[in-house]
Nanobody, 127 residues
Framework: VELVESGGGSFQSGGSLRLSCVAS????????MGWFRQAPGKEREGVAA???????EYIDSVKDRFTISKGIADNILYLQMNHLKPEDTAMYYC??????????????????????WGKGTQVTVSS
């Protein structure tokens, strides 16, 4: 499975953008898909997750600003990012093949993973 993210770039605070992630190869329709981000000097964190049945979850810092969704064919993952803030600056990764509990940081450290990761797309938000 290959995941390729796109849509990153440089944006102004308060602006919007949509990240896309195209999955090629075999993808299990029942897998959780998620977006992670990693800012310089910080640990990677899960941002949003979407279950096979469409249920979504978000970390508090992006609730009501970000929306995760899948394309009709289920092999495209989106992250609509509105009301951007400088603290949203990070490399954004999509991933699949693991539990949403892992995306949302509910598993103990060192437990769980996502089987497939993209290489990331950089989002930079300036004030």
């Amino acid at each position: 499975v290959e995941l390729v993210e796109s849509g990153g770039g440089s944006f102004q605070s308060g602006g919007s953008l949509r990240l896309s992630c195209v999955a090629s190869g075999y993808t299990h329709s029942s897998s959780c898909m998620g977006w992670f981000r990693q800012a310089p000097g910080k640990e990677r964190e899960g941002v949003a997750a979407i279950e096979y049945d469409g249920r979504t979850e978000y970390i508090d810092s992006v609730k009501d600003r970000f929306t995760i969704s899948k394309g009709i064919a289920d092999n495209i993952l989106y992250l609509q990012m509105n009301h951007l803030k400088p603290e949203d600056t990070a490399m954004y990764y999509c991933a699949t093949g693991g539990p949403c509990d892992y995306v949302m940081g509910r598993l103990p450290a060192g437990v769980g993973d996502m089987d497939f990761w993209g290489k990331g797309t950089q989002v930079t938000v300036s004030s």
